[in-house]
């Protein structure tokens, strides 16, 4: 599987990325400056977390318009898995690759903490090493992690099995309680119409090694390396 980073100006999780795309497929993906326009051979585009621009503007809207952006989409119409974490969410919805936008945390404060969250199927390229129903435990660090979409939007998400991923109580439940940001319906992370877009908010780069607490999110690669060439 070729896999592809794109390396924004103020990403701190491409490498994260790079390091659990490795471990799962044996090969170290390429990394992308965002300011180019060409992107190589690619069975999987990864946009990382991190604070692209510095967030100076709407989180994401600046790296949406950066020139590698229109190899993105163009190849995301085509069909090829685009995977957006964090700030690569926010980016996602800003380029218009997925509905909805990433507002402030109800809290209005930056949230770094572990979460649990439900899988909600588990038949798409990233989530077929999850049972569905699952829960997950992986970490998120955010400001503006607050999903948000109008009621049709999110009835249209719900009605298309668009919701991937959930914030839950450990043993599963929704509930605002779980919630750490004041998303809509919990939601974590979506899918775009065919579901080879995902868009999520908690880091399942940081959950890939023993070493870092937990290795939850190592299926999620995983299952992307075994699904693509």
């Known amino acids: 599987m070729k ?54 503007l709407r989180s994401g809207a600046m790296a949406a318009h950066s020139p590698v952006m229109r190899e993105v989409v163009k190849r ?35 949230i770094c903490k572990d979460v649990h969250l439900k899988v909600e199927r588990n038949d798409t390229l990233y989530t077929s090493g999850y049972a569905e129903g699952e829960v997950v435990t992986f970490p998120i660090a955010h400001k503006d992690g607050s999903y948000f979409a109008d009621e049709t939007t999110l009835d249209r998400l719900e009605g298309e099995g668009r919701v991937a991923f959930r914030y839950s109580e450990k043993d599963g439940e929704i509930t605002e309680g779980a919630n750490p940001n004041g998303s809509r319906r919990n939601i974590a992370g979506v899918y775009n119409k065919t579901g080879t877009v995902l868009g999520l908010m908690p880091h399942p780069e940081r959950a890939a090694d023993p070493s870092l607490g937990g290795t939850d999110g190592a299926k999620l690669f995983t299952a992307l390396m075994e699904a693509l060439p």
């Open 3 to 56: 896999a592809s980073i794109i390396v924004f100006p103020g990403s701190n999780c491409d490498r994260d990325a790079a390091v659990a795309l490795e471990a799962a497929t044996g090969a170290p993906p390429a990394m992308v400056w965002h300011g180019d326009a060409e992107l190589p051979a690619s069975d999987l585009i990864v946009l990382p977390g991190g604070f692209s621009y510095g967030d100076y």
């Open 76 to 110: 995301a119409h085509a069909g090829t898995p685009v995977l957006g974490i964090c700030n690569g969410f926010q980016v996602l919805t800003e380029a218009g690759l997925l509905p909805g936008v990433l507002m402030r945390n109800a809290s209005l404060k930056f």
